[in-house]
Antibody, heavy 120, light 108 residues
């Protein structure tokens, strides 16, 4: 069955960096876009970033553009999110999700998420 | 950016009753609308895509309808496991992919 397992969250000071990982299994990773979505405590879902099936296209939410970078390593079936210049408002559970198509689509499967807390 | 608006924010329903959730898009998203269910402490789960197609393993009591800017998720007879937060999402005009703010279905 499909599994998406995130890791790399933790407590980090404002302005610092963190890299999240998402290990995927149970589907053909190289055929689908992959997304990051976040959920601040007690709040709704916010799309963060997407990378196309072949890594040729990336898109970001305005709130993270220029600070976050999404990437994928198809040899490891792993998705990454490099987060720089972190702010308090980036505090959230970050989840990866598989897209239903090579470049986007709806979100077929979701991981449980990893908590990122930005605090001094 | 397309803004998705869900109503009501909270819906109080008795088990066995019907629940109707609404989602409105600020401009047409055709039928590129998905619904997700999220229970406390769990990841969201895809329920409906294409506005009306149930995802794999989703019970028939869940149905979706609508197109353009007005959409509805109906749960025909609420079971105890259906009390959760439900989100709609458009995937027609991206980026960004946008979600509604959610409707919490609670036990009456």
């Amino acid at each position: 069955q499909v599994q998406l397992v995130e890791s790399g969250g933790g407590v980090v000071q404002p302005g610092r960096s963190l890299r999240l990982s998402c290990a995927a299994s149970g589907f053909i990773f190289t055929s689908y876009a992959m997304h990051w979505v976040r959920q601040a405590p007690g709040k709704g879902l916010e799309w963060v970033a997407v990378i196309s099936y072949d890594g040729s296209n990336e898109y970001y939410a305005d709130s993270v553009k220029g600070r976050f970078t999404i990437s994928r390593d198809d040899s490891k079936n792993t998705l990454y999110l490099q987060m720089n210049s972190l702010r308090a408002e980036d505090t959230a559970v970050y989840s990866c999700a598989s897209g239903s198509s090579p470049r986007g689509g709806y979100f077929n499967f979701w991981g449980q998420g990893t908590l990122v807390t930005v605090s001094s | 950016e397309i803004v998705m608006t869900q109503s009501p924010a909270t819906l109080s329903v008795s088990p066995g009753e019907r629940a109707t959730l609404s989602c409105r898009a600020s401009q047409s998203v055709s039928s590129n609308l998905a619904w997700y269910q999220q229970k406390p402490g769990q990841a969201p789960r895809l329920l409906i895509y294409g506005a009306s197609t149930r995802a794999t393993s989703i019970p028939a009591r869940f149905s979706g309808s609508g197109s353009g800017t007005e959409f509805t998720l109906t749960i025909s007879s609420l079971q105890s496991e259906d009390f959760a937060v439900y989100y709609c999402q458009q995937y027609n005009n991206w980026p960004p992919w946008t979600f509604g703010q959610g409707t919490k279905v609670e036990i009456k």
